[in-house]
Every structure is written in C-alpha cells, then in structure tokens.
C-alpha cells in the first residue's frame, strides 16, 4: 500500500512546514512510521519516526529540536513539522513504513521499506 505525502513546497529560510503522509487503508496502524529525505548527489537520511501503536519517537541529533513528528491516528496521518528551516534542508521528503519492500533503509533499529511518493521541499 502506498503512503500520500502532501505539505512540501518553497519556504525562505527560518520558515516553516508541516509534512502530512497518509495511510489510506490504516494498513500500518501498529507498525512504525518515519520520515526520511534525500537531497541531490545524497544518500536517503532518515529524520524521525514514531511508534504509531503507542506514540513513541525518535529522532535523529541533526533535527532534535527542529523537526517534530507526530500521528493522528483519527485520520491515519502523520505529520512532520519543520520549523526554523535551513537551505540545508533542501531535499524530496519521503514517508516510510516499517516493513519490506525494494528499497531498504534503516533508522536506529528499525527498517522501513514502504515508501510514498515523496515531496519536494525547497529553502
């Protein structure tokens, strides 16, 4: 099942963004769900993820303080709220899903593999 992310765009430096990913069928309801970027010529990073049976979270130290993750499980949606944005920052956001796929990647100790489409965003 692929996730909807929505919420990217043009930002000018210190702004802000909210991210939103949806679960159309609420497949991943127990499972752990994160987001990552990519940045032109750069590996996938990941930035955080949440436990979304329990609402715990993680985040990586590049973005603690900065980017925030967070579930409303009502409307099977996670968001990721950026704030206080970098040119740096400038990268296709992706949602992932824990789980197996094609494309693999790890964060902490958990391995996402269910991707959406990916958003652009731009400082």
């Known amino acids: 099942v692929q996730l909807v992310e929505s919420g990217g765009g043009s930002v000018q430096a210190g702004g802000s963004l909210r991210l939103s990913c949806v679960d159309p069928g609420n497949t991943y309801r127990r499972k752990f769900m994160g987001w990552f970027r990519q940045a032109p010529g750069k590996e996938r990073e990941g930035l955080a993820y949440?436990?979304?049976?329990?609402?715990?979270?993680y985040y990586v130290d590049s973005v603690k303080g900065r980017f925030f993750i967070s579930q409303d499980n009502a409307k099977n949606t996670l968001y990721l709220q950026m704030n206080n944005l970098k040119p740096e920052d400038t990268a296709v956001y992706y949602c992932?899903?824990?789980?197996?796929?094609?494309?693999?990647?790890?964060?902490?100790?958990?391995?996402?593999?269910?991707w959406g489409q990916g958003t652009q965003v731009t400082v």
């Open positions: 949440i436990n979304r049976d329990g609402g715990a979270t």
């Open positions: 992932a899903a824990e789980g197996w796929g094609p494309v693999m990647s790890t964060m902490g100790r958990t391995t996402f593999g269910n």
